[in-house]
C-alpha cells in the first residue's frame, strides 16, 4: 500500500503572563516618595510611586532626599522605627528611587535581614562586607583605539631568515582599510598575521583591529564584494 506521510504543524503560543510588568519582589512596584514640586505627598490617582498612606512619613523622607542631594547629609544614618507592616521598608525603598531618579544611574537598595548577621555559617563581618559591596556602584570606562572597515588590500612582506638557510619569514603584513570616511593603509606586526589566517580575513571582508592588543576580528562580507550565495 501507499505510504502516507502527515505534515508537521507548529504553533507559536503567546504567552498569557506579561514577564516584564510581574512583579518579582514585595516592593518592586515602588518606584520613589509620591511628592509634588512643593514635597507635599501626592493622595489618591495623581501618585504613580505606588505607595499609599504615610503621608508624614513620605514628605519626612523628601527632606532628607532634598538634604542628600544638596550634600548636607553625608556619613550620617536614617532609622525608620515602626511594628511590622506599617511600610518601613516601601518607603526606604522610595527613598532610594527617590534619589536615583536625579542621577544617571540608579541608586542601589540592598535589603539585609537580620537573621543572616547571626547565621552560624558564616561571619558577620562577612555578611555586612557583601551588602557594602552590593551597594557600591562603579561605572568603569574604557577606551579603545580600533581600525574598522573594509579590506581593499592585504600583502604579506617576507624576507629572509635572519637565521640563515632558504626559508624566509614574515616582516610586516600591509593591508588598507576602506570607511564612509576614506582610506587608511596600516603596516601590522607580523604577529597580527596569524590572527587574520585564524579569521580567515580576505579582500573584501569587514574587520576592525585592536591598535593596543592587535586583536582581530571579521565582522563580516562586504556589499560591494558579496554574492546571491553569501549568507552573511
Known sequence: GRLRYNKMKIETLS????????????????TG?????????????????????QTAAREALGIAADLIHSQRLAGRALLLVGPPGTGKTALAMGL????????STKLPFCPMVASQVFSREVKKTEVIMEHFRKAIGLRIQERKEVYEGEVTELTVEETED??????????????????????????LDPT???SLSKEGVA??????????????????RSDSFATEFDLE
Open 15 to 30: 504567552s498569557s503572563t506579561n514577564t516584564s510588568s510581574s512583579r518579582i519582589s514585595a516592593h518592586t512596584h515602588v
Open 33 to 53: 516618595l509620591g511628592l509634588d514640586e512643593n514635597g507635599d505627598a501626592v493622595v489618591g490617582e495623581g501618585n504613580p510611586s505606588g505607595l499609599v498612606g
Open 96 to 103: 532610594a528611587q527617590e534619589i536615583g531618579s536625579h542621577q
Open 162 to 187: 635572519p637565521l640563515g638557510g632558504y626559508g624566509r619569514t614574515i616582516s610586516h603584513v600591509v593591508i588598507a582599510l576602506k570607511t564612509a570616511k576614506g582610506s587608511k593603509t596600516l603596516k
Open 192 to 194: 597580527i598575521h596569524d
Open 203 to 220: 579582500v573584501g571582508d569587514v574587520i576592525y583591529i585592536e591598535a593596543n592588543s592587535g586583536a582581530v576580528k571579521r565582522v563580516g
